[in-house]
Structures are given as C-alpha cells and as structure tokens.
C-alpha cells in the first residue's frame, strides 16, 4: 500500500513537472515564466531605429522645449526601450512582466489621447496621431491575448511573444 502511494506521488510530480515546462503560464505552473530569445537581426535594426529618432528628438530639444508633444515624448518612448524588446539574449517573461508592458502600453495611450484632445496639429500629423492611437489600442489587446493565455503550450507562447515583438517594433 505504502509503496502504491509513492508511485503515485512520484507519477503526480511528474506530471506536475512535465506540465509546468509545456504550459509555463497555467494555473498549476509553479513558475509562470518563459525564456524568450528574439531574432539579433530585428533586434539590431530596431535598436538603430530607436536610436536614430532618440538622436532626432535630442536635437530638436532646443527649438520645441514648450512644447507639449515634445515634453510628453519620453513617457511614450520609454513603452519602447523595454529590455525584452532590446535584448538579443534569453530574457524572462513572466506574468508581472505582461502586467508591466500592459500598464505602460495604456498610460502611453492616455498620453496620446490627451495630446490629440490638447493640441491643434495639422491634418497630417492628426492622421498620424490615430493611427499611432490605433495601434496602441491593437498592442493593448494583444498583450492581453496572451496574458490570458494560461493553456496555451511553450511553442505557441513563443509564437505569440514573437509577435507582440514585432507588433511593439512596427508601433515604434
């Protein structure tokens, strides 16, 4: 009897361990984490691109301090300098790390929803201004896509953080 009952135990770690690593964001996860590691070439050529327009703004410092737009600029950019977004190694992703990208995301879009209620901009720039609005809203739902992924495998929460990678890249 005694013996059935260690069997059984070590059948239900098992499983539980086996669990853990297919489905790291279940409910049974004791560590709801994944290890993403994003492709170096897309990294690369978004850290010049975050790099160049931070080059940009810094030398229009002088010409727009007053500026509302200009002055609200960091706060909007910082949605885009996370580490997993810049990091060409393995990065930890875990269920606070999606609350965290999930409350920047918002603040930026209430940032930007103040600026076009706030601000008279050309129609140009109003067009821009939307559809940066809208993508911000469709970064908002994705991030949520995949905080409510609890059943969804390692490969498909790699596929889906994949895509909220290039989603934030094509925002930016």
């Known amino acids: 009897m005694r013996r059935i009952a260690v069997v059984c135990s070590v059948i239900i770690l098992v499983l539980l361990l086996v669990s853990n ?9 004791l560590n709801k984490t994944l290890v993403y590691n994003a492709d170096n070439i897309i990294v690369d ?18 010409t727009t301090k ?9 706060f909007i950019l910082s949605v885009y300098e996370q580490p997993w977004l810049l990091s060409k190694g393995d990065t930890a992703i ?11 995301v918002r603040e930026s879009r209430e940032i930007i929803l103040l600026l076009a209620f706030e ?30 992924s609890n059943m969804n495998t390692r490969k498909t929460l790699d ?6 990678h290039v989603h934030y890249i094509s925002n930016f």
């Open 119 to 148: 601000e008279n901009y050309n129609i140009s720039t109003k067009s821009y201004l939307k559809m940066l609005l809208d993508q911000t809203l469709s970064l908002e739902e994705e991030i949520q896509t995949v905080q409510q």
């Open 159 to 164: 596929r889906q953080f994949r895509n909220l």
């Open 94 to 104: 875990s269920k606070d790390s999606l609350d965290r990208m999930l409350a920047e």
């Open 21 to 29: 690593w297919f489905y790291p964001f279940s409910s049974i996860s």
């Open 66 to 74: 007053n500026d509302p737009t200009f002055n609200r600029m960091p």
């Open 45 to 62: 050529d978004y850290q010049k691109e975050l790099k160049q327009f931070k080059k940009d703004y810094e030398s229009e410092t002088s």
